[in-house]
């Protein structure tokens, strides 16, 4: 098998979660579909660490990592926040802004 | 497992693996998609980011698989599921589409952008896998080998990290502050609301004597009415009381729970 395999995975796993952001209304399970395509692009990170063979890409991995840990942390916050003030999780609910 | 990560062409053992487990990563992955409720599809979430660890462990990421279990499935999750049960679990999905077509569209969008990205890889052609043993052998470990990469080439993205974590971290606490509004009551004033406001003995727990003994059902009075002010405040404000919901009779109730 060649571990450009694990590549072609990671790129199914993002277009699903891109389909999933794209389609699902609860806020929560959008945060998750993101979070699916984070691990997507992760997964190419570290087989290209592989294929090339230095670590680089798993370090990035690493970062990308922290960043979608402090992403989860604030946007659920404001999904909370939201749900305090409309009683709602849906993304179609908070359309104060609209013109 | 040195050796394995040495080599450039993968081992049967870890082709079996991975035949075995991208299938159980990408049906995950769809159900997280498909489930209707927000808790199946963050259950379905954890199952696909620990398919991922395991993924990263064969792909010779040994640090990073397990640092994928700790932060995404012990924390991640975690504050998914507790933000799940705050927002309440059983507040499940709206299937109406708002947008007309919205759903095909999406699948046709999908299905043009996952196309398009595997047959771009398709058409790259990549050296032979190299395999990460070298590296990892030429500082002495795994692990070090990521720790001089991180704390010498990458050290200022690093720093600029640790503040993104700390501005993420107050962040929070900002949008999740709450202003008190009026005082807090005293402990004097709260004793004189108690003798004062008719009732000083303890209220009558919910669910005494009712079918049930859960926090939103009221308990049932000698002749069998149900006492509203067995529910806790907010509950019956919210509307979720038992009583409320499903009439005020004992039958009416027997009728909501079957």
Redesign the interface.
């Known amino acids: 098998?060649?571990?450009?395999?694990?590549?072609?995975?990671a790129?199914?796993?993002?277009?699903?979660?891109?389909?999933?952001v794209?389609?699902?209304?609860?806020a929560?399970?959008v945060?998750?579909?993101v979070?699916?395509m984070l691990?997507a692009s992760?997964?190419a990170f570290?087989?290209f660490?592989?294929?090339?063979?230095?670590?680089?890409g798993?370090?990035v991995?690493?970062?990308v990592?922290?960043?979608?840990?402090?992403?989860?942390?604030?946007g659920?916050?404001?999904?909370?926040?939201i749900?305090?003030t409309r009683r709602s999780?849906?993304v179609?609910d908070p359309n104060l802004l609209k013109l | 497992m040195s050796a394995m990560l040495l080599t450039a062409s993968t081992s049967t053992g870890e082709a079996v693996a991975f035949w075995v487990l991208a299938p159980i990563a990408l049906v995950a992955g769809l159900m997280i998609v498909l489930s209707r409720k927000a808790v199946h599809s963050a259950l379905w979430m954890a199952l696909t980011m620990i398919v991922l660890a395991v993924f990263y462990i064969m792909l010779g990421g040994v640090f990073l698989g397990v640092v994928q279990v700790v932060v995404y499935t012990g924390a991640v999750m975690m504050l998914f599921l507790f933000v799940l049960m705050l927002v309440g679990v059983d507040a499940s999905d709206s299937f109406v589409e708002t947008l007309r077509a919205q759903r095909a569209i999406t699948v046709l969008l999908a299905l043009g952008f996952g196309g398009l990205v595997i047959a771009g890889i398709g058409r790259v052609t990549f050296p032979d896998a190299v395999g990460v043993g070298a590296a990892n052998a030429a500082a002495g470990g795994h692990v070090q080998a990521l720790a001089e990469l991180i704390f010498t080439r990458y050290v200022f993205p690093f720093e600029v990290i640790s503040v993104l974590l700390i501005t993420a971290a107050v962040g929070a606490m900002v949008l999740t502050h709450r202003e008190r509004l009026v005082p807090r009551k005293t402990q004097r004033e709260l004793s004189q609301d108690r003798i004062r406001g008719g009732h000083p003995t303890p209220r009558t727990t919910p669910g005494v004597y009712a079918r049930h003994n859960a926090v939103d059902t009221p308990a049932l009075l000698p002749d069998g009415s149900p006492a509203a002010v067995s529910v806790p405040e907010q509950l019956s404000r919210r509307g979720s009381s038992r009583a409320q919901a499903s009439g005020e009779s004992d039958a009416a109730i027997e009728a909501g729970d079957s």
């Open positions: 098998m060649n571990p450009i395999n694990y590549v072609y995975l790129a199914l796993l993002f277009t699903i979660g891109a389909a999933g794209l389609v699902r209304r609860n929560i399970v945060f998750m579909c979070e699916l691990n992760n997964l570290v087989s660490a592989r294929i090339n063979g230095n670590l680089d798993q370090v991995a690493f970062f990592m922290v960043v979608a840990a402090a992403e989860v942390v604030v659920l916050a404001i999904i909370v926040t749900f305090r999780a849906s179609d």
